[in-house]
C-alpha cells in the first residue's frame, strides 16, 4: 500500500464532494461539499496544495449495465480540468451506487435526504475514496484507471 494522502471527488453537477484520507490510506474522512461553478477547480487546487496529496480519485457514474451516462462524460472531462489545474495524478474509479448508499448511509443516523444533500455529496465522496483505499489495500495495486492530463 502506498503511503500519503488521498484527495476523493463525487463530481455532481450542482455540487462536488469532497473527501481525504490519512497519510497510510487507511480511512477516508469528509472534508466539503463545494458549489459547482467556475471556482471549483480553483477551491479544489486550494486543497491539494494544503494537503499536499499523493493523487486524486473521482467518481466515475458508470450505467448499472457499466456504460457511459451524460454523467460520466461530465466526470471525465472535470477530472481532465482538475489534473491540468492541479498537476496531480488522477484516477477515476467506479463510483455505481454511492449517492444511494450515502442516502442510505444518512437515513439510518436519522438524517433526511431532502435537507441533507450537501452531506450527502461529502459521504458519497468519502464512499468513493474508502473503495480506492479499499481496492488498492486488498489488490495491492492502485485502483480504478489513471488518467492523462
Excluded: Y
Excluded at 111 to 128: E, F, K, L, N, Y
Amino acid at each position: 500500500m502506498r503511503t500519503g494522502i488521498r484527495i476523493g471527488v463525487d463530481v455532481g453537477r450542482a455540487r462536488v464532494g469532497v473527501a481525504r484520507s490519512d497519510r497510510d490510506g487507511l480511512l477516508a474522512t469528509p472534508v466539503a461539499t463545494l458549489t459547482r461553478g467556475s471556482a471549483t477547480i480553483g477551491e479544489l487546487r486550494d486543497l491539494v496544495l494544503e494537503l499536499e496529496p499523493l493523487e486524486l480519485v473521482v467518481g466515475l457514474p458508470l450505467s448499472l449495465s457499466g456504460g457511459d451516462t451524460a454523467s460520466t462524460t461530465d466526470a471525465r472531462d472535470f477530472a481532465r480540468e482538475l489534473g491540468a489545474a492541479t498537476g496531480m495524478p488522477v484516477r477515476l474509479v467506479d463510483e455505481r451506487l454511492t449517492t444511494v448508499s450515502a442516502q442510505r448511509a444518512l437515513h439510518d443516523v436519522g438524517r433526511r435526504t431532502r435537507g441533507s444533500r450537501p452531506v450527502i455529496d461529502q459521504v458519497a465522496a468519502v464512499i468513493i475514496l474508502q473503495n480506492a483505499l479499499d481496492f488498492e489495500r486488498s489488490a495491492a495495486r492502485p485502483p480504478g484507471n489513471l488518467i492523462d492530463p
